[in-house]
């Protein structure tokens, strides 16, 4: 099983930052894919940035040029910076994995338990 904790989520004035930060720990053999997930009040979960083991990255259109995602793999760490925060970015921000576990040969996904980012107009 791996556990994902996150932190970093706050409350902030619009055109503010908050760097979110996730920790997997647990039985990792390999980490594949990594990304930051949100939920707004009343909406869909949606992706907003995926990372790939070979550190290759995408955003979504509303965060591009704000938000920079990142992963230290000693450390089994995803990051999340967002810079020029809007009040629209407000939302529940999780944390997912596709990671193997020693002696499986298959891949599972892990969700962290969210975080929460405000944002004040």
């Known amino acids: 099983q791996v556990q994902l904790v996150e932190s970093g989520g706050g409350s902030v004035q619009a055109g503010g930052s908050l760097r979110l930060s996730c920790a997997a720990s647990g039985n990792i053999f390999s980490i594949n894919a990594m990304g930051w997930y949100r939920q707004a009040p009343g909406k869909q979960r949606e992706l907003v940035a995926p990372i790939t083991s070979g550190t290759n990255t995408n955003y979504i259109d509303s965060v591009k040029g704000r938000f920079t995602i990142s992963r230290e793999n000693a450390k089994n760490m995803v990051y999340l910076q967002m810079n020029s925060l809007k009040p629209e970015d407000t939302a529940v921000y999780y944390c997912?994995?596709?990671?193997?576990?020693?002696?499986?040969?298959?891949?599972?996904?892990?969700w962290g338990q969210g975080t929460q980012v405000t944002v004040s107009s």
């Open positions: 997912h994995v596709g990671a193997t576990g020693w002696g499986r040969d298959y891949e599972s996904d892990y």
